[in-house]
């Protein structure tokens, strides 16, 4: 992962973490192909649905 990659996803997470969330490391894997530009934003979501047991 990029220096730059790797620093806005430990930025977002530490963000996330302060209001109370869980951040889990697939999530941030997921992330970090989204901004390595090895799946689209629409996959992405997907994924994120699918992880998380939504249907639509």
């Not at 990659?5 to 209001?19: D, F, T, V, Y």
């Not at 992330?31 to 996959?43: D, P, V, Y």
């Not at 997907?46 to 998380?52: E, R, S, W, Y």
Request: charged content about 25%; glycine content about 4%; aromatic content about 6%.
């Amino acid at each position: 992962m990029s220096p730059i990659n790797e620093k806005a996803i430990s930025n977002a997470a530490a963000s996330l973490e302060m209001e109370g969330f869980v951040i889990l490391p697939e999530y941030k894997k997921l992330c970090e192909k989204l901004l390595n530009k090895e799946i689209t934003m629409a996959e992405y979501i997907a994924t994120v649905k699918t992880m998380q047991g939504i249907n639509s």
